[in-house]
Nanobody
Framework: VQLQASGGGLVPAGGSLRLSCLAF????????MAWYRQPSGKQRELVASIGNDGTTRYADSVKGRFTISRGDTQTMLYLQMNSLKPEDTATYYC???????????WGRGTLVTVSS
């Protein structure tokens, strides 16, 4: 399984961005998909996750501002980010887990920079 994230960029505080992640190569049996982020010099943290049953989970810092969703084919993952803050600046990573293989997968990051 390969994950390809896109949609990062530079945005002013209060603005919006939508990240996308395409999963391909034996991707139809993915269970959990998620977005993580890693600010420069800090640890990677979970931003939001979604199960194949649609159950979602968010970090407290993004609740009410970010929305995670999956495409109809379950191989696309999105993160709609609204009311962005400078502290949202980070490299965002797409993550997926295939339960039957008990294997996680990571995509390359996409940089989000929020200017104050």
């Amino acid at each position: 399984v390969q994950l390809q994230a896109s949609g990062g960029g530079l945005v002013p505080a209060g603005g919006s961005l939508r990240l996308s992640c395409l999963a391909f190569g034996s991707a139809t049996s993915l269970t959990t998909m998620a977005w993580y982020r890693q600010p420069s010099g800090k640890q990677r943290e979970l931003v939001a996750s979604i199960g194949n049953d649609g159950t979602t989970r968010y970090a407290d810092s993004v609740k009410g501002r970010f929305t995670i969703s999956r495409g109809d084919t379950q191989t696309m993952l999105y993160l709609q980010m609204n009311s962005l803050k400078p502290e949202d600046t980070a490299t965002y990573y797409c993550y997926a887990y295939r339960h039957d293989w008990m294997q996680p997968f990571w995509g390359r990051g996409t940089l989000v920079t929020v200017s104050s």
